[in-house]
């Protein structure tokens, strides 16, 4: 028994420190914002989201009570989300700060409003318990399933310019710390969408490894095509950590420059640590 309780607790305090890690992956992408003085080109509904994510991990933590790791990992990602979305809102133009409350009244206000209510007045604690935890599995999957559309744009280009390997590394190795420690707590909430968050680690560093020494090329795409990219990949911005998405016109402009490209780079692959527990 103490050894089984040693082991959850290696893996949560792994699993907490690489999703430290991950977490601050956003920074560069802030930087260049700061440098700027404007977010314009960048989007804050990946910080949005990622919040929301923390808020309902926290919520499930504090129902099932002795989940320390879950707790302390996303309240941090409360904090961190929370001062990127207000350095976004600072540099942002008006229609920008605009379109961020909006999101937040409709993600963070109303959403996790509405799944507090239909929840916490349950009488049974175990449904509620239940309800939440498939809610918070459903979130994290879908997060996970995300980068496939980053997977495409490699396999279609046949390079990983988009692609960070540091960072599909360190990803994958929070799926594995978070899936053993939901796996010994016998906790299928947690375990479950780390599986999907590991698989798809792998698969992004097998490409790595098929493309790392291809030749780059120069792609030109549709702006519709590069719209749909970013519908298809809009969830990911929960693991936690996501960071800025440049938007189609900084490329029909040529501008941004490399700045924004390694932006895009970065969010595609950041995902909150708390939407990936």
């Given at each position: 028994?103490?050894?089984?309780l040693s082991?959850?607790?290696?893996?949560?305090?792994?699993?907490?420190?690489?999703?430290?890690?991950?977490?601050?992956?956003?920074?560069?992408a802030?930087?260049?914002?700061?440098?700027?003085?404007?977010?314009?080109g960048?989007q804050?509904l990946?910080?949005?989201?990622?919040?929301?994510?923390a808020?309902?991990?926290?919520?499930?933590a504090?129902?099932?009570?002795?989940?320390?790791?879950?707790?302390?990992?996303?309240?941090f990602?409360?904090f961190?989300?929370?001062?990127?979305?207000?350095?976004?809102f600072y540099?942002?133009?008006?229609?920008e700060?605009?379109?961020?409350?909006?999101?937040?009244?409709?993600?963070n206000v109303?959403?996790s409003?509405l799944?507090?209510?239909?929840t916490?007045f349950?009488?049974?604690?175990?449904?509620?318990?239940?309800i939440?935890?498939?809610?918070?599995?459903?979130?994290?999957?879908?997060?996970?399933?995300?980068?496939?559309?980053i997977?495409?744009?490699?396999?279609?280009?046949?390079?990983?310019?988009?692609?960070?390997?540091?960072?599909?590394?360190?990803?994958?190795i929070?799926?594995?710390?978070?899936?053993?420690?939901g796996?010994?707590?016998?906790?299928?909430?947690i375990?479950?969408?780390?599986?999907?968050?590991?698989?798809?680690?792998?698969?992004?560093?097998?490409?790595?490894?098929?493309?790392k020494?291809?030749?780059?090329?120069?792609?030109?795409?549709?702006p519709?095509?590069?719209?749909?990219?970013?519908?298809?990949?809009?969830?990911?911005?929960?693991v936690?950590?996501?960071?800025?998405?440049?938007?189609?016109?900084?490329?029909?402009?040529?501008?941004?420059?490399?700045?924004?490209?390694?932006?895009?780079?970065?969010?595609?692959?950041?995902?909150?640590?708390?939407?990936?527990?």
């Amino acid at each position: 028994m103490a050894l089984h309780l040693s082991w959850v607790s290696v893996f949560g305090d792994l699993g907490v420190i690489v999703s430290f890690m991950v977490a601050f992956s956003p920074l560069p992408a802030f930087y260049q914002i700061y440098k700027k003085k404007t977010s314009e080109g960048f989007q804050s509904l990946p910080y949005v989201t990622s919040l929301f994510s923390a808020m309902l991990w926290i919520y499930y933590a504090l129902l099932k009570k002795n989940e320390m790791h879950l707790i302390i990992i996303n309240i941090f990602c409360c904090f961190i989300q929370s001062f990127y979305i207000v350095t976004y809102f600072y540099y942002g133009r008006k229609k920008e700060k605009l379109d961020a409350v909006k999101l937040m009244l409709l993600i963070n206000v109303f959403g996790s409003g509405l799944i507090f209510f239909s929840t916490y007045f349950l009488h049974n604690p175990k449904t509620r318990l239940c309800i939440l935890g498939y809610i918070c599995l459903g979130f994290s999957a879908s997060t996970y399933a995300a980068p496939l559309a980053i997977v495409r744009k490699v396999i279609k280009t046949k390079s990983v310019e988009f692609m960070p390997f540091t960072l599909s590394v360190f990803l994958t190795i929070q799926a594995v710390m978070w899936f053993f420690y939901g796996l010994l707590k016998k906790d299928i909430n947690i375990a479950g969408p780390n599986i999907l968050g590991f698989i798809f680690g792998i698969l992004q560093m097998i490409l790595y490894a098929i493309y790392k020494n291809h030749p780059k090329k120069m792609v030109v795409e549709d702006p519709k095509l590069q719209l749909s990219d970013q519908l298809e990949s809009v969830v990911s911005s929960d693991v936690n950590t996501t960071a800025p998405q440049p938007k189609d016109k900084d490329y029909n402009n040529g501008g941004g420059g490399g700045g924004d490209v390694e932006a895009q780079n970065i969010k595609k692959y950041t995902l909150d640590a708390s939407q990936k527990v």
